[in-house]
């Protein structure tokens, strides 16, 4: 399959609104619901995978494994968070390339200090601008395809330095080559419309579910000068209240078959994570002794 290329969309005008995927239950899900690009997002993979906070606990080692995993499972092209590049010049330009050979079409990179946080909550420490600067230029030298990898630069400054000093910072990191910039955890809808008007680059927007930045639909972020936008909390917090609601009334009820608890249905389910080849591969290969009395 050729995935979309997201440096042609965003050429040609087109908004990209990419939901975050936190597992490859979420991917294959995405699949059949149809998408173009989506958000490998380093909270909610992180939460999903090892039930850490997103705060630099998970390794490179680690994070790669899991966006390797997603971009082989998904149809859609993927935008990924690489947090810091995960140490100093070096370790950008190994995370780059890491990421590159894992089939991303994007790759994050922030202006916090290794270990990061969440950019919606409290205690961000950042680097120093020139830092964050030639972090930029290594990940764009990196590159072995720099027609199809693009560099999003993402810049934590808002709440210590306020919108002035974040937009002075995104601009920094176009200069030295970002394809996409941005601004996290802008505070109001006038600070999102004023980026829009004096970013060049195009824009990305972080709607965050729960988090500083007023949540906006597709159509309005476009009118606001943005290019693209990730909803990464979508999928996680959805899963999350589906998964509370159905242990709850689990817990009350003593059973599954209950209406309160709606259920994906399972034939549905084991088509979308693969079985039906599984089963035209039993068919064609298994001894008749060893063919499955069921195909669920």
Known sequence: MVKRSLRTALEADEFIAAPGIQDMITAVISNDVGFDFVYATGYWL????????????????????????????????????ADTGYGGLLNVHHTVRGYE????????????????????TPFKRLVPMIDMVEKIKVAC??????????????????????Y???????LAYGEAGADIIFLEALESEEEMRMA??????PL????????????????????????????????????????HNALSEFKR????????????????????IGFE????????????????????
């Not at 999903?48 to 499972?73: C, E, K, N």
């Not at 590159?143 to 330095?161: F, K, M, W």
């Open 46 to 81: 992180t939460a999903s995978a090892y039930g850490l906070p997103d705060a630099g606990i998970a390794t490179y080692s680690q994070m790669l494994d899991r966006v390797t995993t997603l971009t082989r499972t998904v149809n859609a092209s993927v935008i990924a968070d």
């Open 101 to 120: 050979e894992a089939g991303v079409s994007a790759i994050q990179i922030e202006d916090q200090e290794f270990p990061k946080k969440c950019g919606h």
């Open 141 to 162: 030298e990196a590159r072995r395809n720099p027609r199809e990898t693009l560099i999003v630069a993402r810049t934590d400054v808002r709440q210590s330095e306020g």
């Open 164 to 170: 002035e000093g974040a937009l002075r910072r995104g």
């Open 196 to 201: 829009g008007r004096q970013v060049t680059k």
């Open 204 to 243: 990305m927007a972080n709607m965050a579910d729960g988090g500083k930045t007023p949540i906006r639909s597709a159509d309005e972020l476009k009118a606001l000068g943005h290019s693209l936008a990730i909803y990464p909390s979508l999928t996680g917090l959805a899963a999350a209240q589906a998964a």
């Open 253 to 272: 009820l003593g059973t599954s078959d209950a209406p309160s608890i709606p259920l994906f249905p399972f034939k549905a389910f084991n088509r979308l």
């Open 277 to 296: 080849e599984v089963w035209a591969f039993e068919r064609r290969w298994a001894r008749d002794a060893q063919r499955p009395e069921s195909e669920g």
